[in-house]
């Protein structure tokens, strides 16, 4: 069974620019959420999306959105890039929305460089 | 809201010796408590998590943690350290209210020879 796949593994962008990060959860799983990571900040949360709605939202600024599919598969997608942007952005899957019994299961991340 | 804190950022053990990553928590409510693991350049790998079942929980690769609420802790331990275990261990803390993931900041395990 295919797991948490994100795409592309690693981007360059320049500032200013927007960038489109994509999520395939595992089969099955209608929860997606997502997450970012840097060595000052640890991971923080972003957004959460359960069945096409955003359920919950992290304390990010609005250049940060996304969106969930039908089929589940996420995107999110950062305009106006900062330097401070640079960090892997992890997406991770649940079967369902109740995440304190199962956990999330996550992918290997898309890196990501603001330069 | 709940929180979580990893009491060492760094853990320094021996191949073959005991390891513990420290974990405190605070939840409003019965909280669900996770550990994973993160190797480099990889994503988050789930070890092990406590639902408010058996209170002392194994899970992979010979990891196990103790739920205990009057200390709020969720330790994790091993009773033998191997190479492969070099990795950063993230503690996490859910509750059923906002059913949102706090994460505490790590800690960097490292296997000497």
């Known amino acids: 069974k295919a797991g948490v796949t994100q795409t592309p593994r690693y981007l360059i962008k320049t500032r200013g620019q927007q960038v489109t990060l994509s999520c395939s959860p595992i089969?099955?799983?209608?929860?997606v959420s997502w997450y970012q990571q840097t060595p000052g900040q640890g991971l923080q949360f972003l957004f959460e999306y359960f069945s096409e709605t955003q359920r919950n939202k992290g304390n990010f600024p609005g250049r940060f959105s996304g969106r969930q599919f039908s089929n589940s598969r996420s995107e999110m997608n950062v305009s106006t890039l900062e330097l401070g942007d640079s960090a892997l952005y992890l997406c991770?899957?649940?079967?369902?929305?109740?995440?304190?019994?199962?956990?999330?299961?996550f992918g290997s991340g898309t890196r990501l460089t603001v330069v | 809201a709940q929180s979580v804190t990893q009491l060492d950022s760094h853990v320094s053990v021996s191949e073959g010796t005991p390891v513990l990553l420290r974990c405190n928590y605070s939840?409003?409510?019965?909280?669900?408590l996770f550990w994973y693991v993160q190797h480099p350049n990889k994503g988050l790998q789930l070890l092990l998590k406590y639902t408010s079942a058996a209170t002392l929980v194994k899970g992979i690769n010979g990891f196990e943690a103790e739920f205990k609420k009057s200390e709020t802790s969720f330790h994790l331990t091993k009773p033998s350290a191997h190479m492969s275990d070099a990795a950063e261990y993230f503690c996490?803390?859910?509750?059923?209210?906002?059913?949102?993931?706090?994460f505490g900041a790590g800690t960097r395990l490292t296997v000497k020879p």
């Open positions: 996490v803390v859910s509750d059923i209210n906002n059913n949102d993931m706090r």
């Open positions: 939840s409003s409510y019965s909280p669900s």
């Open positions: 991770a899957s649940s079967l369902v929305a109740d995440t304190t019994n199962y956990g999330y299961t």
């Open positions: 089969s099955g799983h209608r929860s």
